[in-house]
Structures are given as structure tokens and as C-alpha cells.
């Protein structure tokens, strides 16, 4: 829990705790460290517990602990230490299993490099004891959707991998009509969620927000409005995301006069608005130049309970900046610290020019 949460240090102190209380750590307890350090970017201080392993008895790293490693290297994109741990579980005796080899194709695919996915893939087949899956499938046609628009080479591993015997999910035809859409092949995405229609798999709201996401970037305000309704019609709910793609449509066609009906609607629903949200409904007035609007979005948002975060911050203040607002924009920059060093020397010269002259004038 400490791992995930991102505070090693607690995680640490945890451990001396079970040492001191004379508590043996099993080998879980050691990769929940590894994975503790590893996850967190301290990476070499994931490989020195995973040594410390090797020399307490009982506590040899395995399989598990492995795949733990290698997927923090991959997350990281520390690619340069994979092979050194391969070959150190091939000196141990231990097998390379399928959730490694997916870890390691999974973070090829992340940064699109798309030679050494396949080079991945190919000692995966080659290992005989690790069968492709559905997560290798999905991080590789993931990885050829959205980079560089590869969408054939894309439809290739897709039939590929059904002639290896792996069926596609939900989240394969998500991954799908995501690339569709971002190559603005929306015969093609269509046709992803027809298929999947025929074939009894049901849209989620990932699937209607990639969509509704989809045609509202393209400016087809009339379709984004119908997968939306329909969206409901099918008992989906829709999430602060879908309400997001809606006001970034209505923004992008000019048809701001529709996102008070937006923020209306969810009134009527448990969706709880965020920061995100709230953020692309000032981001929209501010590029409008509606600045009154955009100012009382900012008091519904405090209104609403949900915190205002450096990006709402940021798009305010280029806003006033734009207009020519530049006493509103410093006095933001002043209320809420995002004051850069110019300004504050600048105040500080104006501050000490005042005291000059109330000094002056008590003499």
C-alpha cells in the first residue's frame, strides 16, 4: 500500500519495524519493497534490496520479484537495465513467464518503439513456455494505433493475433476506435462498434467518451450529441470525462451558449464534478474572452468543493494577460503564490519606494 502510494521512506521505516520486532520478512515483503522503491524512481535502490535478497535465506528472489523489477524498469523507461536482469533470472534458473515479457512489450509500446515490441514479441514465441495473450495483444495494437498513425500495421496484429488463438476484449475495441478516431477514420470506428454490437460486446462509458471525445474534436456537434444521448438511452452513466469531451466540442464549434445546460444536467445526477472538468469550462471561456463568465465558473467550481489546481491558475492569468488584464493577472499570480521572481522584485521595489516616502513624510 505504502508502494503504490508513493512514500518509500514509509515503507522503509515499516520494514525496520518488522526487523526490530524480530518479525522474518518473507520474500512478499521484500518485492513489496523492491516494488516500493521502484515504482517511486529509485531504481537502483530496488536492485541493491533485490542483492540484499540473494544473501537472506529463504528470501531468494523469484519469479514474482523479477517481473516486479523489470515492470518499474519499463514504467521508468529504463530499458538499459532490462537485459542485465534477464540474464541474472537465467543465472538464478528462473523462467522468464508471460507477465514479464508483457511488461517489457507494454513499455516498448508506451514510448512507440515499435522495432523492439516486435523483437519482444518474437523471443516471447521463441521462449515456447510464454503464450501471447490478451494483454500482449492490447499493447501492441495500443502501441501501433497511437504512434505515427500506423492504423494497417495496426489491423495486421489485430488478425494476427486471432489467427495465434487470442480473442479481443472490450478494451481491444476501445483501443480501436480510440486510434479510428484520432486518425479521423470514423467509417472505421463506426464499424468497430457495430461489430462489437453484433457480436454481444457492450460499450462502456470508455467507449462512448472516446467517441463523444472523438466527434466533438472533429467539430460534428450533431453526432457527439447523438452517441451521448444514446449513451443514456442504454443505461450508461455518463462520468466528469464525458461532460468534459461535451464542453471541448461545444467550445471547438462555438456553441458555448450549451455548457450552462451541461453543468445543469449533472445537477439532476451523482456525477461529482472535478478539477479537470471545471478546468475545460474556464479554459473554453477564456478562449472565447468571455473573462466575466470564465471568473464566476472559477466561484461555482469553489462553490462545488472542488479545489482549483495550477492549471485553472495558469489559464486565468493568460487569459488576463491576453486582454490586457495585467493588474488582475498579477494579483492572482500574488493570491495564490505563482508569483515569478521579475514580479516579485518588482513589488518589492514598488514596496520599498513606499516606505521611502511614509518615512519622508513622518520627517
Known sequence: MLGKCRQPGAATALFKVMLSERLKPTVDVYTALVGAYGYSGLLDQALATVEQMKGVADCKPDEYTFSVLINCCSKLRRFDRIPAILDE?????????????????????KVGRLEEIENALTSMLEDGDSVPDI??????????????NRIHEMERWYSEFQLMGVEPDTQTFNIMIKSYGNAKMHDKMMSVLKYMKKHFFSPTV????IIIESFGRAGNIEKMEYYFRLMKIQGVKPNPITYCSLVNG???????????GIIRQTENTDVVLDTPFFNCVIDAYAKSGDIKIMEEMLQLMKEKKCKPDKVTYTTMIQAYNVHGMDEAANLLKMEVGMVDGKLLVSVFHCYSKLVFHINQCMH
Open 135 to 148: 494483454y500482449t495483444m492490447n499493447s501492441i495494437i495500443w502501441a501501433y494505433g497511437n504512434h505515427g
Open 250 to 260: 461545444y467550445s471547438k464549434a462555438g456553441f458555448l451558449d450549451k455548457v450552462p
Open 89 to 109: 533470472m537465467s543465472y538464478l534458473g528462473l523462467q522468464c513467464n508471460a507477465v514479464i515479457h508483457n511488461a517489457i512489450i507494454d513499455g516498448y509500446g
Open 206 to 209: 470508455v467507449t462512448f467518451n
